[in-house]
């Protein structure tokens, strides 16, 4: 088990420019969720995928975000036309079952300048 | 949706003992969740509560109240290391069971 890994862990980026973040789960996990993370903020929901299938948006997720789960395994979130409210930090986390808890990576740190 | 209310910030002596609750309104509840976060770094899961009572894991312990829409966390013999912020989650039935996290108790442990 080598925990959920996302990359690049820190991320500046100028307006308007598009990023891509990776995630990969725990191997033997089938769900996988994104999060968003401001200070002094809970993680605000984002995405959700049961394998490949991308079960639920949030309706906060505006169509700059779009994010992939191709072959089950590792996913991508990648934000179109960044706007300085984009900043934040991004976590991914996975589970193996429904019932089960999420286990986090440590984040993708976004900075819009 | 689900509204998950928590205090902001406690302070507490490093030694004792210290009580973070959360309340929440919500239908069709299926579990709370604790996690602790230190600054920077990635939530780490503490413990699960799905039935009322109190689950005991080490200087943690958790505690729900189905009824009273309330859970608390216990921390025992706090140590410095403790500071950190304190997340209350939760999950409801349907759909796909996602977790709906409160905005953290910051926790600061002082000698």
């Known amino acids: 088990d080598t925990g959920v890994s996302q990359d690049p862990r820190h991320k500046i980026t100028k307006r308007g420019q598009n990023v891509t973040f990776r995630c990969d789960p725990i191997?033997?996990?089938?769900?996988l969720y994104w999060y968003r993370q401001t200070l002094g903020q809970g993680p605000e929901f984002l995405t959700y995928f049961q394998n490949e299938a991308q079960l639920e948006k949030s309706r906060l997720l505006s169509d700059r975000f779009s994010a992939e789960r191709p072959k089950g395994s590792f996913s991508t979130l990648e934000i179109q036309r960044t706007e300085q409210g984009d900043s934040a930090m991004y976590l991914c986390?996975?589970?193996?079952?429904?019932?089960?808890?999420?286990?986090f990576g440590n984040g993708t740190r976004l900075t819009v300048t | 949706g689900q509204n998950i209310d928590q205090p902001t910030e406690m302070t507490a002596t490093e030694g004792a003992i210290v009580q973070i609750n959360c309340t929440y309104q919500t239908s069709g509840f299926n579990g709370l969740f604790w996690y602790q976060q230190h600054a920077g770094e990635a939530p780490t899961f503490l413990s699960y509560?799905?039935?009322?009572g109190l689950e005991e894991k080490g200087r943690f312990s958790s505690f729900l109240s189905r009824s009273k829409g309330y859970s608390y966390l216990l921390l025992k013999e706090l140590q410095m290391k403790d500071s950190a912020s304190y997340l209350c989650a939760v999950r409801v039935r349907g759909g796909s069971y996602i977790p709906t996290f409160g905005r953290g108790t910051s926790l600061i442990v002082h000698p």
């Open positions: 986390a996975s589970s193996l079952e429904t019932e089960s808890p999420l286990h």
């Open positions: 191997s033997e996990h089938n769900r």
């Open positions: 509560n799905v039935l009322d």
